[in-house]
């Protein structure tokens, strides 16, 4: 079993519905929780960052861990055709993931206009 | 401009040729990192350092060599590749000190061993 689980999709919603992806992980060392979006041939680019339980709001983002239930959430409202981009989660049980990041496969997102 | 940059972009080899990848940061910052993305995997850890002249192995290191001379730069070798190693190659970096920002990463080598 892979440390980080997520559904590769793809996930196809119409534009203004609320997005909902989401990762499930074995390691309970795991306290730092990271969404990156990666467009087409880009480098991943950082969307939220959290620590340990709980929820962080940044605009149309929310993200959610439960790390009892080892579950973490992000939440996109009023989904733009622009947000169509593959979402990677990645997690760390160290501050910043300064031994490297361990990610989920990615959700394909495809936000129809 | 400030940032991380890889090169080359693209690259095609052969089978058992020696093949260097490139990443270079603008920032300082201590830690750098390799990543290889394939389908089915999603992004994984080749090798990474802490500072200069300080490195250590990932979930994926073999068949790979990484050198850190400069804080700037960490070059990762392929000494002779495979078919197996045909990927996109991620650079990154981060500081310890930006607790807001784990990890920069670059745009991507995408390296196809024929």
């Known amino acids: 079993q892979k440390e980080v689980e997520q559904d590769p999709g793809p996930l196809s919603v119409p534009e203004g519905a609320i997005v909902s992806l989401n990762c499930t992980y074995s390691?309970?060392?795991?306290?730092?929780f990271m969404w990156y979006r990666q467009y087409s041939r880009k480098g991943p680019e950082l969307l939220m960052y959290?620590?340990?339980?709980g929820n962080k709001e940044d605009g149309r983002f929310t993200a959610q861990v439960d790390k009892s239930s080892k579950y973490i959430s992000l939440f996109i409202r009023d989904s733009q055709p622009s947000d169509s981009a593959t979402y990677l989660c990645?997690?760390?049980?160290?501050?910043?993931?300064?031994?490297?990041?361990?990610f989920g496969k990615g959700t394909h997102l495809i936000i129809q206009p | 401009d400030a940032g991380i940059t890889q090169s080359p972009r693209y690259k095609i080899t052969e089978t058992g040729r020696q093949v260097t990848l490139m990443c270079h940061q603008t920032?300082?910052?201590?830690?750098m990192f390799w990543y290889r993305q394939d389908l089915g995997h999603g992004l994984r850890l080749i090798y990474y350092?802490?500072?200069?002249?300080?490195?250590d192995k990932g979930e994926v290191p073999d068949g790979y060599v990484v050198s850190r001379s400069k804080t700037e730069n960490f070059p990762l070798t392929l000494e002779s590749a495979t078919r197996s190693q045909t990927s996109v190659y991620f650079c990154?970096?981060?500081?310890?000190?930006?607790?807001?920002?784990?990890?920069?990463f670059g745009d991507g080598t995408r390296l196809s061993i024929l």
């Open positions: 990154a970096s981060s500081s310890p000190e930006d607790s807001n920002q784990p990890q920069h």
């Open positions: 350092s802490a500072a200069a002249d300080i490195t």
């Open positions: 959290t620590y340990s339980s």
């Open positions: 920032w300082s910052h201590s830690y």
């Open positions: 390691n309970s060392a795991f306290q730092y």
């Open positions: 990645a997690m760390s049980a160290v501050r910043g993931g300064a031994d490297g990041l361990t």
